[in-house]
């Protein structure tokens, strides 16, 4: 059995990255569990059992009963709460426990894909109660585990990987929420283009032009005269893009051409993970 075409690039990335993390965690000491990633409020183990419990929902096993505790600061959101539920749940167990769970999980899920036979628009659970396709549900799980792999290389002081299969789907997925960043919630004027000129191990050039009635579109073609262009290097985009930075803290790996309220406006609203 193979995996529908569509699916297997997500696949394929989920692979590369969960092998990435189990390799990673495998020899770590009980200390080092406890490490802060760049994720808010989350060590290298909350990490991991995040990681778990989706991949435990994408198997269709029930979700923990579990209470959070009140002083989880970093959990403000019902979206921040569902996603605790798994992490909180694992929070007292130790590294063996940890390792062991994650290398079952993996068994599971490669079986899983090996055996998967379902259409990509086939409906299946989504967080909150919601639904999607199992294309949706695939990409997110890619897009997810690569980036939390970022999120343990930088605790654990292991870059790599930048340019793998999951960079490649982070890569897409960040830019389709572009448009939306710069039209509306940098309220960029109408009739206008701005350029984000990215560099390093993946590299692109993209237009957001925002049209007569405000609407934005992503497009490949490089704009003549833009209203700002923002350039900087991939790794510096995905750590905004995903919230692990603020723009003040890394001014000096983004140049800003052009209207600086503009550009000031959109790299504060660049983060767009929830």
């Keep these: 059995m193979s995996l529908h075409p569509t699916l297997q690039p997500y696949a394929d990335a989920w692979t590369h990255s969960i092998e990435a993390i189990s390799e990673m965690v495998q020899s770590l000491v009980e ?16 990490v991991v059992s995040h990681v ?3 991949d435990c929902e994408m198997l269709g096993d029930p979700r923990p009963i579990h209470s959070l505790p009140r002083d989880l600061f ?17 929070r007292h167990h130790t590294a063996p426990e940890m390792t062991a769970e994650l290398e079952y999980t993996v ?10 036979a379902r259409d990509p628009g086939t409906k299946v659970r989504g967080p909150l109660g919601t ?3 199992l294309e949706q549900a695939y990409r997110a799980r890619a897009f997810d585990v690569w980036v939390h792999e970022q999120d343990l290389r930088a ?3 292991r870059p790599g990987n930048l340019d793998s299969p999951g960079a490649y789907v982070t890569r897409d997925v960040l830019l389709e929420a572009l448009p939306k960043v710069v039209a509306h919630d940098a309220n960029a004027p109408r009739s206008s283009a701005i350029v984000f000129d990215v560099h390093g191990p993946v590299e692109f050039l993209r237009t957001v032009r925002v049209d007569i009635q405000g609407r934005g579109t992503l497009e490949t073609v490089p704009a003549l005269g833009p ?3 923002l350039t900087l290097d991939w790794e510096t985009y995905v750590r ?4 692990r930075v603020s723009p003040e803290a890394v001014a000096d790996r983004v140049k800003t051409e052009g209207d600086q309220e503009l550009a000031a406006a959109i790299l504060r609203h660049f983060a767009v993970t929830p």
């Design 31 to 46: 200390g080092e569990w406890n490490r802060r990633t760049p994720c808010p409020g989350w060590s290298v183990r909350d």
């Design 52 to 54: 778990i419990g989706l």
């Design 74 to 90: 970093h959990v403000t959101t019902e979206h921040q709460r569902y996603m605790e539920m798994q992490v909180d749940v694992r």
């Design 107 to 116: 068994i599971r899920r490669n079986r899983q894909l090996r055996n998967e």
């Design 131 to 133: 639904e999607i396709t």
């Design 155 to 157: 605790a654990l002081g």
């Design 227 to 229: 209203a700002a262009t």
């Design 240 to 243: 905004l893009a995903c919230g």
